[in-house]
């Protein structure tokens, strides 16, 4: 009996059995042997497949072991990516919000310093054009001339022309203290190792104009580098430079709007609309608040006399002495004609008196100066009013008007 299924010998040892068995009996075994010599292979097969497929399982398993080792990594890093995506859109929307709610240059000093703040970073600092901004800003703010921000700017190390910021090393600018100033580099000497980010800002309806630079600067060498991503701050330079220009030309036709076109001084209009907030402040502060209603006697026989031209050069040096002798915080206006006003917080009917002969003194001196001392006989009546809680600013005008006529009779 053999089989070619026996690798074992088994059929071997079978045939030794079968001849001891009766012959009736021996098809028998040997068919039972051969079944189960069968079987043996099948359950062989069987648990060679099976050990294929659990090293299969066990290669897929280490597979999606890795696989998922790997994605959660990704998701790590995706993580870390959003939270900074996220407060990098938080710092946007924060230097947006600083931005848009700026209403006056004289508040950007206040501005920069929570925007500052906001973007976390050491330094600083906004350079305007001398040329466009000088006339609106506090004073001391840095405003250079266009030439010497086109010069700075040109003097900047070369980097990617497609880029319109410069990042890298303080260190290595030519001029540090042009962009961040004396001060902020004594007072900080950590940033002259540090990088820094300028930008310029230019006139969005004319782009190729520049009204100013935006710079910040952080101890950090590598808080600007060339391989930064700069979008959103350049973006927010394009949003500062348009909201400057904005507030500027919003300031610009305000001023033109409340100043008096022939003398320069505050109109009217301006008299309404800063006179209220001052007699507010005096009632609340419970000071007294005095006002002085100025009118030129004889100033038609001056236009009659020698023209118009010479009757407006008059208003102009009455204006220019008055604005002279006036107190840095009293309100100086003119209300037409050859009417003027002089609203003075923190005085006295007293201190107004001295006020008024000081008026008398700049309209004498014009006079002189003009030759209208006796040819016109140029002068200025003046009433005075002391302001009563509760009183509106056009109520006080006209106690101080009724009061000039008083002392213009006098003057007839």
Known sequence: ??????????????????????????????????????????????????????????????????????????LERLQEIFLANDHVFLTFRSALTLSRKLRHLTDLPDMLARLRQAVGVRAISCLLAKEDFEAYVPAGFPCPSLKALSTALKLLPAQDPDRRVYLGEVSVLPRPEFFFGPAILA????????????????????????????????PDPCRFTADKGTDFLEHFCEVLSGDLLHVKIHEELTRKRESDELTGIPNRAYLRRHGPPMLTLAERRGSPVSLLFCDLNRFKAVNDTFGHEMGDAVLCDVARAMAARVRAYDLLARLGGDEFVILMPDATLEEASVMAERMRSCVDEVAHGRGLADTAGLSVSIGMALHVPGQDIDDLVRQADEAMYVDKRGDD
């Open 187 to 218: 007072e900080h000497p950590d940033l002259l190792t540090g990088s820094c980010f300028i930008a310029q800002l230019s006139d969005k309806y004319r782009p190729k104009r520049r009204i100013g630079v935006l710079a910040m600067a952080a």
């Open 1 to 74: 009996m053999s089989t070619p299924l026996d690798d074992t010998g088994l059929a071997a040892k079978a045939s030794e059995l079968e001849r001891l068995l009766p012959d009736d009996k021996q098809s028998d075994f040997r068919q039972l042997v051969t079944e189960l010599l069968e079987t043996r292979e099948l359950l062989l097969q069987k648990r060679s497949d099976l050990t294929t497929q659990q090293l299969q399982r066990s290669e897929e398993t280490t597979w999606f072991r890795e696989r998922l080792r790997r994605q959660a990594c990704q």
